[in-house]
Nanobody
Framework: QVQLVESGGGLVQAGDSLRLSCVAS????????MSWFRQAPGKEREIVSA????????YYVDSVKGRFTISRDDAKNTVYLQMNSLKVEDTAIYYC????????????????WGQGTQVTVSS
């Protein structure tokens, strides 16, 4: 079992930056691929970024490429999402998710989810 706890969300202005963190419980964090999803009001949850278990491969949805960076620190059981040049359309609840081995861009593939952290970007 893996428990995930996100933090770092908040209210910012367009153009600002935020760094989200997700801390995982358990001793096998290094074997899990980690992803960030987001869900805006009235919209389906979508993948934002993913990093595989080795950290060698990453994925970004087109809308955040060049602005967001995902990284992981296995010594701290933590995955990060650095979000720069935030836009109003980035407003959503951001969720951390984990699955064994290779990452996947589809929600049903993930076994463990955090409770989410709210990111609000004002114009």
């Amino acid at each position: 079992q893996v428990q995930l706890v996100e933090s770092g969300g908040g209210l910012v202005q367009a153009g600002d930056s935020l760094r989200l963190s997700c801390v995982a419980s358990g001793r096998t964090f290094s074997s899990y691929s980690m992803s960030w999803f987001r869900q805006a009001p009235g919209k389906e949850r979508e993948i934002v970024s993913a990093i595989n278990w080795s950290g060698g491969n990453t994925y970004y949805v087109d809308s955040v490429k060049g602005r967001f960076t995902i990284s992981r620190d296995d010594a701290k059981n933590t995955v990060y999402l650095q979000m720069n040049s935030l836009k109003v359309e980035d407003t959503a609840i951001y969720y951390c998710a984990a699955k064994r081995f290779a990452y996947n861009i589809h929600l049903p593939a993930y076994d463990f989810w955090g409770q989410g952290t709210q990111v609000t970007v004002s114009s």
